[in-house]
T-cell receptor, first 114, second 114 residues
Framework: GAGVSQSPSNKVTEKGKDVELRCDPISGHTALYWYRQSLGQGLEFLIYFQGNSAPDKSGLPSDRFSAERTGGSVSTLTIQRTQQEDSAVYLC????????????FGNGTRLTVT | GNSVTQMEGPVTLSEEAFLTINCTYTATGYPSLFWYVQYPGEGLQLLLKATKADDKGSNKGFEATYRKETTSFHLEKGSVQVSDSAVYFCALSPSTGGGNKLTFGTGTQLKVEL
């Protein structure tokens, strides 16, 4: 596709359930990033992939959060035992190199935990 | 650690008014600096960037100059339009390591009225 694609666009889940969020980066982009945007706050870095490896996982809030990337392409962010404070917009971005090249963002997945 | 501080919004202006959105940063070395924009209902997109001191980034009539001495990257536009209404994010990318991991400010909402 032409841009970064994220699915689902909206997800409502009950507290305690697990959720999976998917990101399809721009074809050929080696770097992939997950961010979280909470109401009234800026974008919070979660994790960064270069290829299939994650050199920086420092932003994952707890061990309930994990992410993987396969084939140097699609990435999945998994949140286990969701809590209400996990409600946010989860943004994925990709870039063509690990250096200071622009990030291309998807439209995000709005997660609501009830 | 790295941080970005930008003026709080919302900023409300009349069409054709002059715009300044302040942004200052804290970082070691010489980071790259960015402004991203999020139009209503859309994903974040790069507006402009500057990769070294005294560089001026410009796009769509917006400008920002990388000021090392004041650690600032203020966004300016001489004459705003209604279509500029959006949320603007200042961000930095570290000079070494960290891939292209961006640290974002909290965003400034701009509303332009006729």
């Amino acid at each position: 596709g032409a841009g970064v694609s994220q699915s689902p666009s909206n997800k409502v889940t009950e507290k305690g359930k697990d959720v999976e969020l998917r990101c399809d980066p721009i074809s050929g982009h080696t770097a992939l990033y997950w961010y979280r945007q909470s109401l009234g706050q800026g974008l919070e870095f979660l994790i960064y992939f270069q290829g299939n490896s994650a050199p920086d996982k420092s932003g994952l809030p707890s061990d309930r959060f994990s992410a993987e990337r396969t084939g140097g392409s699609v990435s999945t962010l998994t949140i286990q035992r969701t809590q209400q404070e996990d409600s946010a917009v989860y943004l994925c971005a990709s870039s063509s190199a690990a250096g200071p090249s622009p990030l291309h963002f998807g439209n995000g997945t709005r997660l609501t935990v009830t | 650690g790295n941080s970005v501080t930008q003026m709080e919004g919302p900023v409300t202006l009349s069409e054709e008014a002059f715009l300044t959105i302040n942004c200052t940063y804290t970082a070691t070395g010489y980071p790259s600096l960015f402004w991203y924009v999020q139009y209503p209902g859309e994903g974040l997109q790069l507006l402009l960037k500057a990769t070294k001191a005294d560089d001026k980034g410009s796009n769509k009539g917006f400008e920002a100059t990388y000021r090392k001495e004041t650690t600032s990257f203020h966004l300016e536009k001489g004459s705003v339009q209604v279509s500029d209404s959006a949320v603007y994010f200042c961000a930095l990318s570290p000079s070494t390591g960290g891939g292209n991991k961006l640290t974002f400010g909290t965003g400034t909402q701009l509303k332009v009225e006729l």
